[in-house]
């Protein structure tokens, strides 16, 4: 196994497709994220590299966002990831653009 400098065991690199790191189900580190369609502090949705993902929980609060690395943590009680997947791509792909996404912009 190849050690990458700067990474703890566990953690995902910058680049790769999509990990999901789950820890004691209160912290989730996740990359291969594009963007984030919803989020409350009951359940988040993200557009992954994998499709759509949906986590839901109590508490859950976003400790990172990074759309250009594609990098996501959240904190907070984890009771279930769900994929689905992915709509069409298409004119009516751009309703489904992340909440921060058309924020921030």
């Known amino acids: 196994m190849r050690e990458e400098r ?3 065991p566990g953690e995902p690199r ?3 497709d999509h990990t999901v790191l789950i820890t004691n189900r209160e912290q989730v580190q996740i990359s ?3 963007s984030v369609t919803s989020f409350d502090d009951q359940e988040i949705i993200l557009d992954t590299e ?3 993902l949906t986590i839901r929980g109590e508490d859950l609060h976003i400790k990172q966002l990074d759309l250009e ?3 996501f943590a959240v904190e907070g009680t984890v ?3 769900v994929y ?3 709509p069409a791509r298409g004119p009516g792909r751009a309703r489904s653009r992340g909440i921060l996404e058309r924020l921030l912009k």
């Open 50 to 52: 994998a499709g759509n």
């Open 69 to 71: 690395s594609g990098r």
């Open 32 to 34: 291969g994220v594009s």
């Open 14 to 16: 910058a680049g790769s």
């Open 84 to 86: 689905t997947d992915r």
């Open 6 to 8: 700067g990474l703890r």
């Open 79 to 81: 009771t279930s990831l």
